[in-house]
T-cell receptor, first 112, second 109 residues
Framework: GENVEQHPSTLSVQEGDSAVIKCTYS??????FPWYKQELGKRPQLIID?????GEKKDQRIAVTLNKTAKHFSLHITETQPEDSAVYFC???????????FGSGTRLSIRP | NAGVTQTPKFQVLKTGQSMTLQCAQD?????MYWYRQDPGMGLRLIYY???????DKGEVPNGYNVSRLNKREFSLRLESAAPSQTSVYFC????????FGDGTRLSIL
């Protein structure tokens, strides 16, 4: 079955710098890759997603890149702000009728 | 717009007791999911349902059962609760529009 690995488990960056979180997946048939942000004590919330027919997607300060050949995808946050501090999860799926497997999460801390 | 509503929000059980966690979505989307999240950990898939009347096992299905009687409701049942099932349980509709419920914080003594 699908396995998703996420690195690093913790990440600390200076405010204003960029943060990059990387994930790899095992099932080459996976075609949907969402990223979630979870603040302490709250539910995960979708921040960006990408499908396998696209190599990159941007939404303001957030971007996701996908390398299907290498089976990895990354989240890029530019100009980090204190409110970016949270746990981020990647996930992979073969579509809406399939299971969705999450990575183990990255705790991002933004230093003032 | 609640999206996905879970009940109860908190529950304490004794070992061996049973209970059902309820989940309802405000749309008729086919796919729904149940996850558990242990403290400081990631989200592990328990069961999912691709459509009304169908369910499939996820990564950690042992000790749980689910029921999808209609498109809006997807319930999770613990038949004989164990301390290892202490966790936060999230019900989710992952595909557009995506929405996680607020979670059920379950403690088993």
């Amino acid at each position: 079955g699908e396995n998703v690995e996420q690195h690093p488990s913790t990440l600390s960056v200076q405010e204003g710098d960029s943060a990059v979180i990387k994930c790899t997946y095992s099932d080459s048939a996976s075609n949907y890759f969402p990223w979630y942000k979870q603040e302490l004590g709250k539910r995960p919330q979708l921040i960006i997603d990408i499908r396998s027919n696209v190599g990159e997607k941007k939404d303001q300060r957030i971007a996701v890149t996908l390398n299907k050949t290498a089976k990895h995808f990354s989240l890029h946050i530019t100009e980090t702000q204190p409110e970016d501090s949270a746990v981020y999860f990647c996930a992979a799926s073969k579509g809406s009728a399939s299971k969705i497997i999450f990575g183990s999460g990255t705790r991002l801390s933004i230093r003032p | 717009n609640a999206g996905v509503t879970q009940t109860p929000k908190f529950q304490v059980l004794k070992t061996g007791q049973s209970m059902t966690l309820q989940c309802a979505q405000d749309m008729n989307h086919n796919s729904m999911y149940w996850y558990r999240q242990d403290p400081g950990m990631g989200l592990r898939l328990i069961y999912y349902s691709a459509s009304e009347g169908t369910t499939d096992k996820g990564e950690v299905p042992n000790g749980y059962n689910v029921s999808r009687l209609n498109k809006r409701e997807f319930s999770l049942r613990l038949e004989s609760a164990a301390p290892s099932q202490t966790s936060v349980y999230f019900c989710a509709r992952i595909f557009q529009p995506q929405h996680f419920g607020d979670g059920t914080r379950l403690s088993i003594l």
